[in-house]
């Protein structure tokens, strides 16, 4: 037995529950720093799209492409 196990035993329930407190205070923060890391990073993301344009990608599905290739064809 170490000297931690022996404390734990000799401690009341008060101290456990402030030491289990304590530690859930810590996962929470190292969660909270895990998570705004995240953010930042899709922030950064974001601000890549932000500054890429957006072209249209023509379809033939689209009228007005039909239209001016049917005007053309009779034109000629």
């Known amino acids: 037995m170490d000297i931690k196990d022996s404390e734990a035993e000799s401690a009341g329930p008060i101290e ?3 030491d289990l407190s304590e ?6 923060a190292s969660d909270l720093l895990d998570f705004a ?12 799209l ?3 344009p957006i072209e249209p990608i023509p379809t033939a599905a689209d ?12 034109a000629s």
């Not at 530690?23 to 929470?28: F, H, R, T």
């Not at 009228?63 to 009779?74: I, N, T």
């Open 50 to 52: 932000a500054a890429t």
């Open 63 to 74: 009228p007005g492409d039909q239209l001016e290739a049917s005007s053309e064809y009779h």
């Open 16 to 18: 456990l529950v402030t």
């Open 37 to 48: 890391a995240q953010l930042a990073g899709l922030a950064e993301d974001l601000k890549a």
């Open 23 to 28: 530690i859930a205070a810590q996962c929470a």
